[in-house]
């Protein structure tokens, strides 16, 4: 069966630190991935997705970036975190059609101070 | 108008309850609706996937679609405490065109 791996779960950083968030996906092969950040009361922002190594869509104009080194794997990166950044990171990923039905990881909530 | 517009709540109802969640959205081109339930701090989880006009069941749950008047409802069933949590719908075009785009989400509380 598939599963997801993200992250780290909870982290605290300095504005102005860089930042390293990693997906990993496992029991399939050329999944979509995609980067979502979840604002309280905001619902669920798609940030990047990605259908395939290398290639990557970003939906929002920020200071994050997203890579994706491996088939199934995602990362998400910033050279220098703003407290706007603060927020809760979640991974996800679907086969088939790209926007067809999503499947989360666990999340990782970022509080930047 | 947004896209899809949902009740944040909060909803609060007695145990064994049947639980009424509802989406409305504004483009008719919207051909796949799921819906997920996000237990505080963790990752939504998908609970169904339709893309039809019509009901869909699984157990408890019962997912409707009328998209004529672009309405989609998830009832809840004998709703029981571990049903507390945000529900989440969620709809796309299909294909490659457009996004996955998210309601707000409705927090429930089932109290015993």
């Known amino acids: 069966s598939q599963t997801i791996h993200q992250w780290p779960a909870t982290l605290v950083q300095p504005v102005g630190s860089p930042l390293s968030l990693e997906c990993t996906v496992e029991?399939?092969?050329?999944?979509?991935l995609y980067w979502y950040r979840q604002a309280a009361g905001r619902g669920l922002q798609l940030l990047f997705y990605?259908?395939?190594?290398?290639?990557i869509s970003s939906e929002v104009p920020q200071n994050l970036s997203a890579s994706r080194p491996q088939d199934r794997q995602f990362i998400l990166s910033s050279k220098k975190l703003l407290l706007s950044d603060s927020g809760f990171y979640l991974c996800?990923?679907?086969?088939?059609?790209?926007?067809?039905?999503?499947?989360f990881g666990q999340g990782t909530r970022l509080t930047v101070v | 108008q947004k896209e899809v517009e949902q009740d944040p709540g909060p909803l609060s109802v007695p145990e064994g309850a049947i639980v009424s969640l509802n989406c409305t959205y504004s483009?008719?081109?919207?051909?796949?609706f799921m819906w997920y339930r996000q237990y505080s701090r963790k990752g939504p989880e998908l609970l169904m996937y339709?893309?039809?006009?019509g009901n869909k069941e699984d157990g408890r749950f019962t997912a409707q679609v009328d998209k004529s008047s672009k309405y989609i409802s998830l009832f809840i069933r004998d709703s029981q405490p571990s049903d507390s949590a945000t529900y989440l719908c969620?709809?796309?075009?299909?294909?490659?065109?457009?996004?996955?785009?998210f309601g707000k989400g409705t927090k429930l509380s089932v109290k015993p």
């Open positions: 339709t893309y039809s006009s």
């Open positions: 990605s259908i395939g190594i290398d290639q």
């Open positions: 483009n008719s081109a919207f051909q796949y």
């Open positions: 969620a709809m796309s075009y299909g294909g490659s065109q457009g996004n996955l785009i």
């Open positions: 996800a990923w679907s086969v088939g059609g790209l926007w067809s039905e999503a499947f």
């Open positions: 029991g399939t092969s050329n999944p979509n």
